[in-house]
Structures are given as structure tokens and as C-alpha cells.
């Protein structure tokens, strides 16, 4: 059984930072990458950015250079550090894992999401 538990969302100034967290639970999977998507009002969900086990970054262009992805040294919390945060930036952020299952077969997991509000 596999969880993804978010935190960290709020309410913000404009310019401020926020920094989210999703914490991963359960064991004996392999995990693929992980991530973080948004969806803003009236908004299909999107990309924010991703980060794969061996370390490779993808980042969406509206937030690159303004948010970045990390992960702990155990590998079971994600992060996303927001900076110089936008009121466009408002959205539901989720967290996403990918497990590999078998050689053919992945499964995406999904945390329930974060409210970031980010005021003019």
C-alpha cells in the first residue's frame, strides 16, 4: 500500500515562499520519479516539475528559475521550493509518484492536494 500525504500550502503575499512537502509512505516498490502538478481554477491540471531517481529535473517554463524540486536522502519526501511566488501560481498543487511495477506495467499514485493561494 502506497500513500502520498501533502503539506505546506497557504495563503501568501506575492513575491513570498512557500515550500511544499509530500511525504511518501509504504515500502518494497521501486520508484520511478516523483512530482508535482497543479490545477487552477477553471484549469486542466498541469506539469509544474518532476524529478527522477537519478536526479534528473523537468520544470515547467512558467516556474523555472522560481521553484525547485528535491528530495530527501531516503527517498520517501518529496519537496517544492516556491520563490518569488506569482498570484498566477494559485492553484491545488498534488503530488505524483510513478512505481514501477513490473517491466512493462507503471502506477501512478496521487496525493489528495495543497491549496496555494498567492495574493496581489
Known amino acids: 500500500q502506497v500513500q502520498l500525504v501533502e503539506s505546506g500550502g497557504g495563503l501568501v503575499q506575492a513575491g513570498g515562499s512557500l515550500r511544499l512537502s509530500c511525504a511518501v509512505s509504504?515500502?518494497?516498490?521501486?520508484?520511478?520519479?516523483m512530482g508535482w502538478y497543479r490545477q487552477a481554477p477553471g484549469k486542466e491540471r498541469e506539469l509544474v516539475a518532476t524529478?527522477?531517481?537519478?536526479?534528473?529535473?523537468n520544470y515547467a517554463d512558467s516556474v523555472k528559475g522560481r521553484f525547485t524540486i528535491s528530495r530527501d536522502n531516503a527517498e520517501n519526501t518529496v519537496y517544492l521550493q516556491m520563490n518569488s511566488l506569482k498570484p498566477e501560481d494559485t492553484a491545488v498543487y498534488y503530488c505524483?509518484?510513478?512505481?514501477?511495477?513490473?517491466?512493462?506495467?507503471?502506477?501512478?499514485?496521487w496525493g489528495k492536494g495543497t491549496l496555494v493561494t498567492v495574493s496581489s
Open positions: 509504504g515500502s518494497g516498490f521501486s520508484i520511478n520519479a
Open positions: 524529478i527522477t531517481t537519478t536526479g534528473v529535473t
Open positions: 505524483h509518484l510513478e512505481v514501477q511495477r513490473s517491466m512493462l506495467f507503471s502506477i501512478d499514485y
